[in-house]
């Protein structure tokens, strides 16, 4: 479900960027117990220029957050919740 989710939303990304179909992207989502402040997502684009791998970059960790359907799941010491992704970013 996560990798149908990932490939639509590289789809987009390459309409919008990857005009001359030189972008190429990847993204890596760490499952498991983490803890405030591990790495939790590597995301890399390369484009033949930066603006366009910047951008692309962006769009691609704010609609991983926003419409692939990750749980987290958050711990304290009395209880624990689920919390839904989301983001504000609009591109």
Known sequence: ???????QIF???RQQWDKN????GVVHIRLGHLRPG???????VAAPHREEAFSCCRFLLEKLKSEVPI???????DSE????????YHA
């Open 21 to 24: 179909q030189e972008l190429a």
């Open 81 to 88: 919740i689920w919390v839904e992704n989301k983001s504000d």
């Open 11 to 13: 789809k987009r990304a």
């Open 1 to 7: 479900m996560v990798r149908k989710k990932l490939d």
């Open 71 to 77: 749980w987290k799941k958050e711990f304290f010491n």
């Open 38 to 44: 591990d790495v939790a997502v590597i995301l890399a």
